[in-house]
């Protein structure tokens, strides 16, 4: 089998705390899509014998990924990604559902891929889409919601994790709000499925988001589950695959490396578990404040976030110029789609946040390869280039 390691981090390359942004493929995960890529290389859909292997292949993997969410292998469709996904979810939900309603509820610190298709669905379609605010932790109010509710409310859409705080939201708190309103859940937890359990029953949610290159699948590969009994508009038409609700030829060798993902995460397999990861996610945290004692602030919720999640903003700098100056280190100041910006994060602003502290702010996420002597690296080279940084 591939050895493990050799990952990000290793033989001379920058340390990789940047696993919000993607994660690098699991050489298990590899493994298991090869086949499908060579030997068994069959459209599912056809009828002779090269199509077996790659139908009962992606049946497996459907499987899989139901057994990480807890629900029935039939409430699990394939898409090509978490955006995808979103979009499926949000629009598909809010087109099937236009005729009790036109109004959906998110939140102001959502990730682009459910913002812009609610946008698009009050520009193009004549949904009314409601932002509700979230405090200084990042979280919203079970209050705002449900002061937010009204008659043609269809559709409530908030995230599990966010992507650059890790803050967490009482999402099946949230979900019995809207359920007692007579509207769906959705929840994009492209973050959250494989750092914290995501068991559908226990959310409560209608809809569920789940995106392969956040937890060692590649990119180009996702999930929705949707629940029985619920309608969809698709927004892929054309063969019957996947129910008629997403068309396309299967993607067989992805969907049996987002599969073989899930069963390592549910299974334990994966190295670095919750615990692990929060203990080295705290330990980062502790050396840059004693490193740069009193200009370090944590950002996101103390307690209710990802366990591989630190944000934090250092006073008198600019995040993404500390970044600039720390080669040894690859990492993000948020969401990689907007990478390269030197406009304060929208998610800290929303927050309540003041200017300098959102610039200066910094995502460090880590993974299943981070190792002690990674933290303790990153710790130091990041306070060596804020000290010789002129400060704002």
């Known amino acids: 089998m591939t050895e493990l390691r050799g990952q990000p981090g290793l033989e001379g390359r920058p340390i990789y705390l940047d696993y919000n942004g993607t994660t690098p493929v699991d050489p298990r995960v590899v493994e298991a899509m090869l086949p499908y890529l060579t ?33 029935e292998a039939d409430e699990v469709i394939f898409t090509g990604g978490g ?46 889409v409601t932002y509700l605010p979230v405090d200084h932790d990042g979280r919203v109010a079970p209050a705002a919601l449900e002061g937010a509710m009204t008659e043609r409310t269809v559709l409530v859409t908030i995230m599990f994790a966010n992507n650059e705080t890790g803050t967490l939201q009482p999402i099946a708190e949230l979900a019995r709000i809207a359920h007692q309103h007579g509207a769906l859940f959705h929840t994009d937890a492209a973050q959250a499925v494989g750092k914290i359990p995501t068991s559908v029953s226990e959310l409560g949610v209608d809809l ?53 993902a899930c069963q390592l995460a549910s299974r334990g397999l994966g190295e670095g578990s919750p615990k692990q990861l929060r203990a080295l996610r705290d330990q980062l945290y502790q050396r840059l404040c004693g490193y740069l004692p009193g200009r370090v602030h944590l950002n996101g919720h103390p307690t209710e976030r990802l366990p591989n999640t630190l944000n934090v903003s250092i006073d008198g700098v600019i995040g993404e110029e500390v970044l600039a100056q720390t080669p040894g280190i690859a990492s993000s100041t948020g969401s990689a789609c907007h990478a390269g910006s030197t406009e304060p994060s929208g998610v800290l602003m929303a927050m309540g946040m003041e200017r300098a502290r959102a610039l200066g702010a910094l995502r460090l996420t880590l993974g299943r390869w981070t190792t002690e002597e990674e933290i303790e690296r990153a710790a130091s080279l990041l306070a060596q280039s804020v000290r010789g940084m002129q400060t704002l």
């Open 39 to 71: 030997t068994h290389f069959g459209n599912p859909s056809s009828s002779h014998y090269y199509a077996h292997e790659p139908r009962a292949a992606v049946e497996t993997a459907r499987g899989q990924v139901a057994q990480m969410l807890a629900c």
């Open 83 to 128: 955006s995808e996904s979103d979009v499926l979810a949000i629009r598909g939900a809010a087109l099937a559902l236009r005729s009790r309603g036109n109004h959906i509820i998110t939140q102001q610190t959502e990730h682009p891929a459910v913002r812009e298709v609610c946008r698009t669905l009050e520009r193009f379609d004549g949904f009314r």
């Open 208 to 260: 569920l988001t789940v995106a392969g290159h956040k937890l060692y699948a590649p990119k180009g590969v996702g999930a929705l589950y949707v629940r029985r009994g619920v309608a969809l508009e698709p927004v892929i038409v054309g063969g019957g695959q996947e129910k008629g609700i997403r068309a396309g030829t299967e993607n067989v060798a992805f969907l049996v490396a987002l599969g073989a």
